[in-house]
C-alpha cells in the first residue's frame, strides 16, 4: 500500500467521476432528437441508423428534398399460418408523409408514431435452420461467379448460412468451368469466408454445358458427404430459395429412400409444347432423392453418337437430364408448383405483390431485377415466412414484404387474391398469353399510369441485430407507373423506412 503514491489514486478517482458524469451525455448523443420511443435499447445506434439511410440513399442518388414516412412494426409471432394477405385494423401511416430535407446535419425522423403490431407465423430465421440433408450443384464459369453484376455470394450467404458467417449444415459443390487453379483457389476461399460449406472444383474440359450440368449428379453423388444427405439438388448459378424452413419442410414430405425427381415447369406454356417434355426446368432447383442421384450417376446419359451428339439428345442440361431418365428409368417428374423457373419478363411486381411464399426464385438479375438478399433481409426478423407476406392497412397501404410498399389512393376495390399482370405478356404467340393462366391464375389488368396505384420499392435493408431490421423504399419523382396519362409527376422522391422489431 505504501508504495502507492497518493496521486495514482487521486488519478483513478477523476477517472471514474469523469467517466460517470460525461458518459451518459456521449450515450445519449447517439439517440438525441430522434424521436426514438421506448425499447430504443434494441437498435444498435439510432444516430447509425439514421446515418445509414442517409448514406443509402446518397448513394442511390436520391434527392435531399423528400417526402417521408417511417414506421416501426413489431412483430407477434402468434398467427396460426401464412395467410395470402394479414389485415392490420390500423394506419399504416396515419400522419401521413412529411417533406423532410435529408441533410448532413438532420437526423431522420425515424420511429415517429406508436410501434404497429403484426401478427406473424412462428419465427424460423436463418440461424434456426439445419439444412445438412441438402446438397446443391452449380456450374457456371468463374467470370460469373467472380463478376460484379453476377456473384452469387451474397444470395448463397442468405441460404446457406446462419446469417453470422457459419453454415447451416447444406453443401455446395461449385464446378468451374476454364478456370485456372487460382481462380478455383479463389473461388474456394471466398465461399469459405462467406460461410459457406463448399467444394469448388473444375469441371470436366471435354465436356459442353448440357454435358456439365448432367455432370453434377456424379460430383454431387460422389461427394464425400453423400451419406448425410437426403437430397441432391441441381441449381442455377441465379437461383434464390427465400424460405429454407419451409423448402425443408416441402421436400421432406417426399420418402428419400425412395426415387424422386422434384422439380417445376416453366411458366412458358408455349415452350411447354415446344420442348415436347414434362421435363424440371432447372432454374427453379430440381431435387432428387439418393436412389435418383445413384442411378443417373451410373448410366450413359453422355453418350454421343458417330456425329458428336448426345444420343439422348439435348441441347440443354435439364432437358438431356430428363430424357436419361425418360429412356433408362421409369423415374418421373414430381412437380412442386411452388419452386420458379420465372421465364417472365418485365416489372414483376404483380408476382411479387401476389403474396405467394415461393420455394425458390430465379433470373432475378437477367429477365428481371431483383436483389434477393435485401428482400431477404427480414427474415432475420420475422423469420422465412415472412419474406414477401403481405400486410394490408386501413388508409390503403399494403407492405409485400422485402419487395414494396404500395398506396391505392382510390381504395383497394379489387380482388387482391389476383395477380396484377405487371409483366410483359408475350404477344407473339397465342399460346404464350395461357401462360400465366395456369402459372399464376387469373390476371388482374395492370394499374401502371392509372393513377389508382403508387409504389415504393426496396431500396435496401438492413439487419441492426437483435431481430431487428430496417428496410428503406423509394419512390422516384420521375417513375411514369405512378401517374396518369398527363398527369404531372409528383415533385420529390418518396421514401419509406420501415423498422422491423420483435
Ligand atoms: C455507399 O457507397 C460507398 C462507395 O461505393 C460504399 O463504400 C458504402 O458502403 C455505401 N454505403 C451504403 C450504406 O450502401
Ligand atoms: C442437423 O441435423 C443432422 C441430421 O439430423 C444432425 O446430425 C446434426 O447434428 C444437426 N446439426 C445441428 C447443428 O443441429
Ligand atoms: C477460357 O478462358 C480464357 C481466359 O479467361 C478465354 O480467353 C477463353 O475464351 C475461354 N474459353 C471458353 C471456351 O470459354
Ligand atoms: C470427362 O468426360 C469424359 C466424357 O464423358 C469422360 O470420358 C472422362 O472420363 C471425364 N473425365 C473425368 C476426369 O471425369
Ligand atoms: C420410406 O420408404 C422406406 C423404403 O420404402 C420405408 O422403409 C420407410 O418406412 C418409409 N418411411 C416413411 C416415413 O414412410
Ligand atoms: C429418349 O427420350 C426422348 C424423350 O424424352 C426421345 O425424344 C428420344 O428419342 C429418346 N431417345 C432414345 C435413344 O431412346
Redesign the pocket.
Known sequence: MARTPLHRYLGLTLLLVFCWYVGPSLRNRGASGSGLGSGSGRYSSNLDQSNWIKEVLANNSIETEVSFASRTLKYIPDAKERLSMTEVNQNLFPDGFADVHVGSDSPIPLHSGSTLKVHVNKVLRPDAVNASSLIFGVST???RFDGKKTTPIKEWARWLTDGRGNSNGAGLVLAL???SDAEINQAQERLTTAGISARVLASNKTLDMPGRYVDLVQLLWNDPSRAERKYFALIDDDTFFPNMPDLLDTLHTHNSSKPYYIGTITERTDWIIRDHTPMAYGGGGIFLTPPVASTISELPCLEKDSEGDYVLGGDQGDKLLYNCLHNYTEITLTYEPRLNQEDGFGDPSGLYESGRSFLSMHHYKSWHHLEPDKMHAVASACGGDCVLQRFQFNDNFIISNGWSVAQYPHGIDFDTAIVEGTFELPNTDQLADVLHLYAYGALRKSLSKTGRKKGWDLLDAREEGSGVVTQVYIKRRGDERWSREGEAAYERDGVIVLTWIP
Open positions: 464459369t468463374f467470370g468451368f476454364n478456370s
